[in-house]
């Protein structure tokens, strides 16, 4: 079993519409968690963070639940600037390493 | 801020040949940098982890033979990728942390894509 596992898509959504994204991780130890959006021969760059409580960032909000080892990112009223690959991403010492999830490829059509 | 660099973007070589990527943090030191492989439709695979001064942390499978680390100082780690092969031909991205300061957050470079003839 992967240690964070994502469906991989392509959500094929139309402009405006809202998507969410599951992850799942199997190191009950793990203590940060992240999205981060990937574009096409790009390197990965910071979303956001995900908290215990939940998080919101303009149109997107992030949930964690620690007891399932599930994170989940929304995204409400998408843009076509939003296509992208979104990496569900899991850290799980004090340090800084990261264990990234297969990522879920999300294309917004007009 | 947080800004890394990676030099070269983009290389093109011939088998057997020898490719160096350089990593530099621009703006802050990292206390540990991270080397990723990507293959096309597959997502980051950490290949190793440097702290400066000291020898790079590789993962199961990679070669450190083959992919050289080198972490000279606080702001530049180097892979040289010795050899190279077709089967080499990947996505190599690097990172940068800045340790408890921020845990679990890495900073990264544009990447560098190379190609083994």
């Known amino acids: 079993r992967k240690e964070v596992e994502q469906d991989p898509g392509p959500f094929n959504v139309p402009e405006g519409a809202t998507v969410a994204f599951n992850c799942t991780y199997s190191?009950?130890?793990?203590?940060?968690f992240f999205w981060y959006r990937q574009d096409c021969r790009k390197e990965p760059k910071l979303l956001m963070s995900?908290?215990?409580s939940g998080n919101e960032d303009g149109r997107f909000t992030a949930q964690l639940n620690r007891a399932s080892q599930y994170i989940s990112l929304l995204i409400r009223d998408s843009k076509l600037s939003d296509s992208a690959t979104y990496l569900c991403?899991?850290?799980?010492?004090?340090?800084?390493?990261?264990?990234f999830g297969g990522g879920t490829r999300l294309m917004v059509k007009p | 801020g947080a800004v890394v660099s990676q030099h070269p973007s983009r290389v093109i070589c011939k088998s057997g040949t020898s490719v160096k990527i350089e990593c530099r943090s621009l703006?802050?030191?990292?206390?540990?940098m991270f080397w990723y492989r990507q293959f096309p439709k597959q997502s980051l695979m950490l290949m190793a982890t440097?702290?400066?001064?000291?020898?790079?942390?590789?993962e199961q499978g990679v070669e450190k033979d083959k992919f050289l680390i080198n972490h000279a100082s606080l702001t530049l780690s180097t892979l040289t990728v010795t050899s190279a092969h077709p089967e080499d031909s990947s996505f190599y991205i690097c990172?940068?942390?800045?340790?408890?300061?921020?845990?679990?957050?890495?900073?990264f470079g544009p990447g560098t894509r190379l190609t083994v003839l």
């Open positions: 990172s940068a942390g800045v340790g408890l300061a921020i845990p679990g957050v890495q900073y």
């Open positions: 190191n009950s130890a793990s203590q940060s």
């Open positions: 995900v908290y215990s």
């Open positions: 991403v899991v850290n799980h010492n004090a340090g800084n390493m990261l264990t």
């Open positions: 703006d802050f030191q990292a206390t540990t």
């Open positions: 440097s702290n400066e001064g000291s020898k790079a942390t590789y």
